[in-house]
């Protein structure tokens, strides 16, 4: 089976930090995700990479950056944390191709106080 | 923009019995499409995938059906379970401008509550 593990499963900070999310994978896939899951609004992407050191936005990218050094390993920054960006935060990875299922971490609740 | 969407944001059932859970898709270019349940404090669960080449698709008590003429996509689970209580989303593959990959669209889920 699939692994996706989320280092935290709960994680408070401070407005104006610097947070680190990270995500890694086992099954060797080439894509990585990231989401926010917010009631009422669903999954949205923040940014993706389909391989090492390559990075897409999605569509809401704005406070986040993202590194992907290593093929197993996707990390989400929040360059300063806000309290807008409180939220529950999913790591998935897929395949390389079109029509592969993303496979889910069980998520990091994020709040920022 | 293109969306997916839900027709019903909760269901209940009784036990044993089946289950049907409908999805409405908009963006008529799009070939793949996936069903997932989340259980509270977990992450999406991947349950079975169809691709628009495809009418049904069977998985161990579960079917998803597509009929692309109507874009709707549904859901049935068989013998409903206590364990099947969950959110269930669908989501579909987008086809974005050429050069980018292709990224799932999630609808906004449909909690299913199974009744003892």
């Known amino acids: 089976d699939v692994k996706v593990t989320q280092s935290s499963r709960y994680l408070v900070k401070r407005t104006g930090e610097k947070v680190f999310l990270e995500c890694v994978q086992d099954?060797?896939?080439?894509?990585m995700f990231w989401y926010r899951q917010d009631p009422g609004l669903g999954l949205r992407l923040i940014y993706f990479s389909y391989d090492v050191k390559m990075k897409e936005k999605g569509d809401i990218p704005e406070g986040y950056s993202v590194s992907r050094e290593k093929k197993e390993r996707f990390s989400l920054i929040l360059e300063s944390a806000s309290t807008n960006q409180t939220s529950m935060y999913l790591c998935a990875s897929s395949l390389a191709g079109g029509d592969q299922p993303q496979h889910f971490g069980d998520g990091t609740r994020l709040s920022i106080l | 923009g293109e969306s997916v969407g839900l027709h019903l944001p909760t269901l209940s059932v009784q036990e044993g019995d089946n289950s049907i859970i409908n999805c409405a898709y908009s963006?008529?270019?799009?070939?793949?499409f996936i069903w997932y349940k989340q259980e509270s404090g977990k992450g999406p669960q991947f349950i079975i995938d169809i691709r628009s080449n495809m009418d049904k698709r069977q998985g161990q008590r579960v079917t998803v059906l597509l009929n692309k003429t109507v874009k709707h996509l549904s859901l049935q689970i068989a013998a409903t379970q206590p364990g099947d209580s969950a959110v269930y989303f669908c989501?579909?593959?987008?086809?974005?401008?050429?050069?980018?990959?292709?990224?799932?669209?999630f609808g906004s889920g449909t909690q299913l509550t199974v009744l003892p």
């Open positions: 963006n008529s270019a799009s070939d793949y």
């Open positions: 989501a579909e593959i987008n086809a974005p401008p050429s050069g980018s990959a292709r990224q799932l669209t």
């Open positions: 099954m060797d896939h080439e894509n």
